[in-house]
T-cell receptor, first 113, second 112 residues
């Protein structure tokens, strides 16, 4: 089944404890992207990647890092999480770029205490 | 810079009636895409419909249609014959230049 898989789905952590949210797609998509969803703000783009080793900032990149060493994987790294990073995170992918339909992962709900 | 505005935080519609969800956008790009996604209470994001900026005909997908008025920069979603399963959050989005900007969303409630 064609899908985007995110892990963990739920996580409660404490301020400053580094964490990684993994994202993997099995559709050979070139484009991958991370979003955070907050009430009243919709989804906001954190980082995106056009292909292996090519990444760029979205609208809210502060406090996050990404890497794209393999085409299928696009992990989101929070080096030192803070409470304002408590949010619902979505990874998504598309065949080529943002003008293609995005396939979303199921979401990862992160709480930083 | 691109911007999306959804002015209706919440809407009610009677089952089997049609409903229009508003979306206006702003962009300086000549080539862009407009999307609508649905997010049911279970949380997943589901693609509904797409309109390219150069498409002259309004997009349709089953009960969904996109009322694209380029000069007014609007891309309203029309859902015909609403069903109880249409109760969800709906997001309008504009894409271009590798970025996607989402609106704040409209929560639709379908009444039996």
């Amino acid at each position: 089944e064609a899908q985007v898989t995110q892990n963990p789905r739920y996580l409660i952590t404490v301020t400053g404890k580094k964490l990684t949210v993994t994202c993997s797609q099995n559709m050979n998509h070139e484009y991958m992207s991370w979003y955070r969803q907050d009430p009243g703000l919709g989804l906001r783009q954190i980082y995106y990647s056009m292909n292996v080793e090519v990444t760029d900032k979205g609208d809210v990149p502060e406090g996050y890092k990404v890497s794209r060493k393999e085409k299928r994987n696009f992990p989101l790294i929070l080096e030192s999480p803070s409470p304002n990073q408590t949010s619902l995170y979505f990874c998504a992918s598309s065949p080529r770029d943002s003008l293609d339909v995005l396939t979303f992962g199921a979401g990862s709900r992160l709480t930083v205490l | 810079a691109q911007k999306i505005t959804q002015t209706q935080p919440g809407m009610f519609v009677q089952e089997k009636e049609a409903v229009t969800l508003d979306c206006t956008y702003d962009t300086s790009d000549q080539s862009y895409g407009l999307f609508w996604y649905k997010q049911p209470s279970s949380g997943e994001m589901i693609f509904l419909i797409y309109q390219g900026s150069y498409d002259e005909q309004n997009a349709t997908e089953g009960r969904y249609s996109l009322n694209f008025q380029k000069a007014r920069k609007s891309a309203n979603l029309v859902i015909s014959a609403s069903q109880l399963g249409d109760s969800a959050m709906y997001f309008c989005a504009i894409a271009g230049g590798f970025k996607t900007i989402f609106g704040a969303g409209t929560r639709l409630f379908v009444k039996a």
